[in-house]
């Protein structure tokens, strides 16, 4: 079964700097989704950033940006010039291709220090 | 475009009523998800709907919980009879076409039972 897992459940991060978030999942399957969500305080899950399996280049989404290393099952989220908005819960989610679930890791709560 | 509407955003009632959320997906999208978060399980799918069919609801708990979705625009959630147990956010996503695109989600409900 596919897993998503998040190990580090809390961060934080001087304001303008650079922080990275931790992501590994686990499957068998060669095309799958990985996303990236946000939940601010306002509970709203946005969607961040998103990488298809098949793709060699990384996701870039303005001071978004993943590194996505399909051997290793890892895609870290890199978040550059952190701003106090920042500040959420994020999730790593895993889709397989032509799969209805996404599963969600446990989330990583991200404090941004001004 | 108007994102996914759920309503009410907040709700309270005691133990035993009954409770009815809803959900208006976003136009043109095929796929609806009804997800419930808490902060001991974290994110958990309960059922999801491909072309108004329920596809899959082994992550309902209990006969307790019902969904429908008798249009494109439109479903509903409902608890009959809630237990305190049940308190929690309740999301409803939707995508255009599940397995291939991105789930957009609502704002969610915040339900408590007394």
């Known amino acids: 079964a596919q897993t998503v897992t998040q190990s580090q459940p809390e961060m934080s991060v001087q304001e303008a700097e650079t922080v990275t978030l931790s992501c590994t999942y686990d499957?068998?399957?060669?095309?799958?989704?990985l996303f990236w969500y946000k939940q601010p305080p306002s509970r709203q899950m946005i969607l961040v950033i998103r990488q298809e399996a098949y793709k060699q280049q990384n996701a870039t989404e303005n001071r978004f940006s993943v590194n996505f290393q399909k051997a290793a099952k890892s895609f870290s989220l890199k978040i550059s010039d952190s701003q106090l908005g920042d500040a959420a819960m994020y999730f790593c989610?895993?889709?397989?291709?032509?799969?209805?679930?996404?599963?969600f890791g446990k989330g990583t709560r991200l404090h941004i220090l001004p | 475009d108007a994102g996914v509407i759920q309503s009410p955003r907040h709700e309270v009632t005691e133990m035993g009523q009954e409770v009815t959320l809803r959900c208006k997906p976003i136009s043109g999208h095929n796929s609806l998800f009804w997800y419930r978060q808490t902060m001991m399980r974290g994110l958990e799918l309960l059922i999801y709907?491909?072309?108004?069919?329920?596809?899959?609801d082994s992550g309902m708990p209990e006969d307790r919980f019902s969904a429908k979705m008798p249009n494109a625009s439109f479903s509903t959630l409902k608890i009959q009879p809630s237990e305190p147990r049940d308190s929690a956010v309740y999301f409803c996503?939707?995508?255009?076409?599940?397995?291939?695109?991105?789930?957009?989600f609502g704002p969610g409900t915040r339900l408590l039972v007394l």
């Open positions: 709907f491909n072309n108004n069919v329920p596809i899959d």
């Open positions: 996503a939707s995508s255009p076409l599940a397995g291939r695109e991105t789930q957009y």
């Open positions: 989610a895993y889709n397989r291709y032509r799969d209805d679930k996404i599963i």
């Open positions: 499957t068998s399957e060669s095309d799958y989704y």
